[in-house]
């Protein structure tokens, strides 16, 4: 199975950002990817910061493994948090 990756870079408040892909399944539409990203940074304790059109680009198709399966097929999206998220 394909999934699609959305690189995704959200400016914090003391200046720095959060990098982490948005991992969905191929067909899903870029509105429910935003909301996927804004879900996300809910769950984050403290953060109040949004996920827009402009921090948000689709970067390429992947086949999909197993970590990832599950989460997808549960919620619809699994987040793979890069730089700035730990």
């Not at 199975?1 to 959200?10: G, L, P, Q, R, W």
């Not at 948005?22 to 940074?41: A, R």
């Not at 680009?57 to 999909?64: D, G, K, S, T, Y």
């Not at 619809?76 to 890069?82: A, C, K, P, Q, T």
Request: net charge negative; hydrophobic share 30%; charged share 25%.
């Amino acid at each position: 199975m394909k999934v699609a990756v959305f690189d995704t870079y959200v400016k914090k408040k003391d200046g720095g950002y959060l990098h982490f892909d948005i991992i969905v399944d191929k067909s899903t539409c870029f509105e429910d990817v935003l909301v996927y990203g804004n879900t996300y940074l809910r769950s984050r304790k403290g953060e109040t910061l949004s996920v827009s059109h402009k921090d948000c680009r689709f970067c390429h198709l992947a086949e999909i493994i197993p970590q990832w399966q599950e989460h997808i097929s549960q919620r619809g999206y699994y987040i793979h948090e890069l730089e700035g998220c730990h």
